[in-house]
């Protein structure tokens, strides 16, 4: 094993990690100096290779790229790189490994660079405006939002039936027909933006919304035939009486963002291919 390896992976790391030379120094407790001389070739000590690890989660061997895929198998190397990711960095690495893979996936020839998500960040942060990459191909599409606003990535493989996949036995009209409401879409943001422990009764929604009783009760109707509510009883002063629970869901999130993208169209891509020649439904 060349010796060069250890400073390559450790400048891989940190670039994924979106930390500076200093930082890794701080930690190690070492120079930036130091860091900069195993960047560039340098060896360091072994004392210090466990402390260099623990500060990318990672273990020695990776720093030796003996748990390279290249050389195992990439599933098993990748599940055990999340897995030893403390939980409050796991999102954040998963999403630099999406962003990763969104580049792979590039035509020849389109694939421009190798920064990490975060050096990528710092470059657009003073732009203001989430910048997007895009991967339409007839065997499925990718979509990726990069910058301050809101960060996601997605991928579709090309379904093998779309009346299947997306509509049989979905009313979708009925769907937006009852968002469109205002006062339903505004208990949906309402109720996803307190604690779902906390029962409430349909005061609730008189209250924060300004509406009466007899469009609360419509709402609440509404909500429960698509599965966000379910009814518990309590006592109070020797009377039962019927309060509600909210069921968050992500995908009202996820809903959205996407009619958000229909609405506002994004317009600045990082990268975008288009070889997609079929439509979207068969």
């Not at 994924?16 to 001389?37: D, I, M």
């Not at 991928?155 to 205002?182: G, H, M, Q």
Request: hydrophobic share 35%; glycine share 4%.
């Amino acid at each position: 094993m060349e010796i060069q390896t250890v400073g390559k992976q450790i400048t891989a790391l940190r670039r994924e990690k979106g930390a500076k030379q200093e930082e890794l120094a701080r930690y190690v407790g070492v120079s930036t100096q130091a860091v900069s001389k195993w960047e560039n070739g340098g060896l360091p000590d072994t004392e210090l290779l466990p402390r260099i690890a623990d500060f990318f989660s990672v273990s020695i061997d990776t720093l030796f790229e003996r748990e390279s895929p290249d050389n195992g198998n990439l599933r098993d190397a990748l599940i055990k790189r999340i897995q030893e990711t403390p939980r409050q960095e796991k999102f954040r690495r998963v999403f630099n490994f999406c962003w990763d893979m969104e580049r792979a996936m590039m035509p020849h020839g389109h694939f421009i660079d190798t920064c990490s998500i975060e050096e990528y960040e710092k470059e657009i942060g003073n732009l203001g405006a989430n910048h997007y990459s895009a991967i339409l191909q007839n065997e499925g599409f990718t979509h990726m939002s990069i910058g301050s606003r809101l960060q996601y990535f997605l991928i579709v493989p090309e379904p093998k039936d779309t009346d299947t996949a997306l509509f049989n036995d979905i009313d979708y009209p009925s769907l937006f027909r009852d968002l469109s409401d205002k006062a339903v879409f505004d208990a949906c943001v309402l109720l996803h933006s307190r604690d779902y422990k906390k029962a409430f009764t349909p005061d609730l929604l008189i209250q924060k919304l300004g509406i009466d009783r007899e469009k609360a009760t419509e709402i609440l109707a509404l909500l429960t035939k698509y599965h966000m509510l379910h009814t518990s009883q309590i006592e109070i002063n020797d009377e039962l009486k019927t309060v509600y629970n909210f069921n968050p869901t992500p995908a009202f999130f996820a809903l959205l963002i996407f009619a958000r993208e229909i609405i506002d169209r994004p317009n600045t891509f990082s990268y975008f291919c288009s070889n997609r020649s079929k439509p979207y439904f068969n």
